[in-house]
């Protein structure tokens, strides 16, 4: 069985839950880098960027392309847009909360303030 869009979501968030792999994200997201490059932007070891690459890729917030024995790193745009198309869905929800939370309370007979009309 596959892996369902809300489980996928909830992959990418785990990822980006370190500030590290945000991080790699960021640099990656306009130009692809090589695993050295990348690691070279850190103040950790090579195997601790490849452990936050392979994180990210898992996330299929990387893609991964072989050139001779180097390997190269470009943020996925297909999955960041998918991230944001999952974010813009959270903030319409939690506006469109927040107006029927603000007209209950009108109805109700109070105002933003709490005070009286």
């Not at 990418?12 to 880098?33: H, K, M, N, W």
């Not at 917030?61 to 470009?74: A, K, V």
Request: hydrophobic residues 45%; without cysteine; glycine residues 8%.
């Amino acid at each position: 069985m596959g892996v369902t869009a809300e489980e996928a979501t909830d992959d990418v968030f785990r990822a980006l839950a370190d500030p590290r792999r945000r991080q790699i994200l960021r640099l990656v997201a306009q130009e692809e880098l090589a695993a050295g490059e990348i690691a070279g932007a850190f103040d950790v070891t090579r195997t601790a960027v490849s452990q936050h690459l392979s994180v990210l890729r898992s996330a299929d917030l990387l893609t991964e392309r072989r050139d001779g024995t180097r390997r190269l790193y470009r943020a996925n745009p297909d999955r960041i847009a998918d991230l944001r198309a999952a974010l813009d869905e959270l903030w319409a929800s939690s506006l469109d909360l927040g107006r029927r939370l603000v007209e209950a309370d009108r109805a109700a007979g109070g105002d933003a303030q709490g005070g009286v009309r």
